[in-house]
């Protein structure tokens, strides 16, 4: 699998920048997510057990945002 560079935080610092990818899979269409990890009890909490092998991040709106005005865009 190979990863594609979509959007990067445009407020992020050097070296810490959410960022979101997408691949080249076959079997169906991913994206991979680059973030902060969440340690806040309260947050962790809310979301409930995390398999192994799973991690919760947490990536700015704005990245996101990115994401669906290019699906609205027709590049998929």
Do not use: N
């Not at 407020?11 to 080249?24: C, I, K, N, R």
């Amino acid at each position: 699998m190979r990863a594609r560079l979509l959007e990067k935080d445009p407020e992020s610092q050097v070296g810490q920048s959410p960022t979101l990818f997408a691949t080249d899979r076959t079997d169906r269409r991913t994206c991979i997510a680059q973030g902060w990890i969440v340690t806040d009890p309260e947050a962790l909490a809310d979301v409930g057990p995390v398999p192994e092998g799973e991690a919760i991040i947490e990536i700015p709106e704005e990245v996101l945002k990115y994401y669906v005005r290019r699906y609205q865009e027709g590049e998929h």
